[in-house]
């Protein structure tokens, strides 16, 4: 690591980091620009004590302020120059990366609950999309539990579809409050009581299923809801004015294009137009309106 190449020169004034300003280091860089011309104040200060050949106490009280003042200055102005730098470079811009899971029903696979099994889930054949292809699916009678709930609040369970290792797509549901396995695609949540078990609502008359499937019978030519998925800010910015540039890294099926929508100051949505399932994308964030000026408390 090489240090800078400084010069005793009293510098009129101290350069600020612009937000128009390219992230440059180097010995001519912009971001190394005040802490050279603060280094070479406290140079030329050092300078003409020793042209002098005086120490310090050997000037007036008045003097030995002044110089203690300037100092203290050029070391304060180091510091927060270098504080508003490391503002612009983990807040005003952030490297991400998200992926997309592009999936959902486009026909059929409709849920009932079961008359022959308690507490039973039976689907209808139909079609899904998943991995950037159809996948069939046949009738499933019987194929998921809903779980009991024997504690004194109410739960949720959700019901979804996984694709097994031979290729079959297969209907399930999770324990009580429990989550989906990776990759699985959620068909409907089951709302169930405080209470509600096998012996007093053996056929699940208490509990009430909902469709939250994503149903795209257009796919892959028409997607009226496009995949999205929510990306979160490694640091607050101070409102949805940023932007985001996107690079698609991989994806399995058709690409098309991803867009941020949705802006917040902590996170915004990542959308696909394509079909492809399992985009990937590195996302940079800018924030050209960030004010890197600090706060008082970070100025004392």
Request: aromatic letters at 6%; one cysteine or more; hydrophobic letters at 35%.
């Amino acid at each position: 690591m090489a240090n800078l190449k400084e010069k005793a020169e009293w510098a009129e004034g101290i350069y600020q980091i612009e937000m128009t300003d390219p992230v440059v280091g180097g010995e001519d860089g912009i971001d190394n620009t005040p802490h050279k011309q603060l280094a070479e104040r406290t140079l030329f200060l050092k300078s003409e004590l020793e042209k002098q050949g005086a120490t310090l106490e050997s000037f007036s009280p008045e003097t030995q302020a002044e110089l203690i003042l300037g100092v203290a200055e050029a070391k304060a102005g180091a510091a927060a120059n270098a504080a508003r730098l490391s503002i612009l470079r983990t807040t005003g811009f952030q490297e991400l990366h998200a992926t997309i899971r592009n999936r959902g029903v486009k026909s059929g696979v409709e849920l009932t609950k079961s008359r022959t099994a308690t507490r039973n889930i039976s689907a209808s054949d139909g079609v899904v999309f998943m991995d950037g292809r159809e996948y069939p699916v046949d009738n499933q009678t019987n194929t998921a539990s809903v779980a009991s709930n024997t504690t004194a609040e109410d739960g949720t369970v959700i019901i979804y579809m996984f694709r097994t290792e031979a290729g079959i797509i297969d209907v399930a549901a999770t324990t009580l409050n429990g989550e989906m396995p990776e990759g699985a695609i959620e068909l409907a949540r089951a709302a169930v009581p405080a209470g509600n078990t096998e012996s007093n609502d053996p056929y699940l008359e208490n509990v009430i299923i909902t469709d939250s499937a994503r149903r795209e019978p257009g796919w892959p030519t028409v997607q009226r809801s496009p995949a999205f998925v929510p990306v979160p800010l490694a640091h607050d910015l101070p409102d949805g004015g940023y932007q985001v540039t996107a690079e698609i890294e991989g994806g399995e099926g058709r690409s098309g294009d991803v867009y941020a929508a949705d802006k917040l100051a902590n996170g915004f949505k990542l959308f696909t137009t394509g079909s492809a399932d399992n985009v990937s994308a590195r996302l940079l964030v800018q924030c050209p309106g960030l004010n890197l000026s600090l706060s008082d408390s970070e100025e004392e």
